[in-house]
């Protein structure tokens, strides 16, 4: 199967400082990669879908301005979570698709990075 | 009304038995689905997807995929211990330029 590959895996920072994780598709162009959070024991939760050339389109809720997201190549998109603090703490997950016709949709999800607040 | 539905659990099962996993969506102009196992800490990976109606097996893993109920369900023969995690129905529409809807997650747990 396709590969996505997310960096770091981990991140500690300190409150008020910007992290920015990583996600490239290694083996096939993502026109649209997708952005996830998670809570402990919670469901996955969309917060954008990123566009190559574009604008991201973020969902309803999540703070466009906090959560910088930048897909300048079909192989690489970057979330960067601006001015981090506690609440921020989550396991973030990215996924690309790899075409666009839906028999081409298997999501593939990069390995998480969990990023802790301090 | 959530989009995709499922039992959050947990199930538990005995080794060796079958474990039966479900998952309804409200969507009708869906057009893929998926299951997707999450160990703990980690990230989803795929297990089967399906697109027609019926039955499609691999290994140990049958999806049964039902379009008039609305309905998709993923068996899991001779469970093990190793089987033990969350298992996420996901749904897909229209294009690869929308993100998959997931259920919450049912979590499995395979007794040995």
């Known amino acids: 199967g396709a590969v996505v590959s997310q960096h770091p895996s981990w991140v500690i920072c300190k409150s008020g400082t910007s992290v920015k994780i990583e996600c490239r598709s290694l083996d096939f162009q993502a026109t649209t990669m997708f952005w996830y959070r998670q809570f402990p024991k919670q469901s996955l939760m969309l917060m954008a879908t990123s566009n190559e050339g574009s604008k991201a389109t973020y969902e309803q809720g999540v703070e466009k301005d906090k959560f910088l997201i930048n897909h300048a190549s079909l192989t690489l998109s970057t979330l960067t979570v601006t001015s981090a603090h506690p609440e921020d703490s989550s396991f973030y997950i990215c996924?690309?698709?790899?075409?666009?016709?839906?028999?081409?949709?298997?999501?593939?999800f990069g390995q998480g990075t969990r990023l802790t607040v301090v | 009304q959530k989009e995709v539905e499922q039992n959050s659990g947990p199930l538990s099962v005995p080794e060796g038995a079958i474990a039966s996993l479900n998952c309804t969506y409200s969507?009708?102009?869906?057009?893929?689905f998926f299951w997707y196992r999450q160990y703990s800490g980690k990230s989803p990976e795929l297990i089967m997807f399906?697109?027609?109606?019926g039955d499609k097996e691999d290994g140990r893993f049958t999806a049964q995929l039902n379009k008039a109920s609305q309905y998709v369900s993923l068996l899991i023969r001779d469970s093990q211990p190793s089987d033990s995690a969350t298992y996420l129905c996901a749904v897909g529409s229209d294009t690869g330029r929308r993100a998959l809807t997931f259920g919450s997650g049912t979590r499995l747990q395979v007794q040995p």
């Open positions: 996924s690309a698709r790899q075409g666009s016709r839906p028999r081409d949709t298997e999501a593939f």
């Open positions: 399906i697109y027609s109606n």
């Open positions: 969507d009708r102009g869906s057009q893929s």
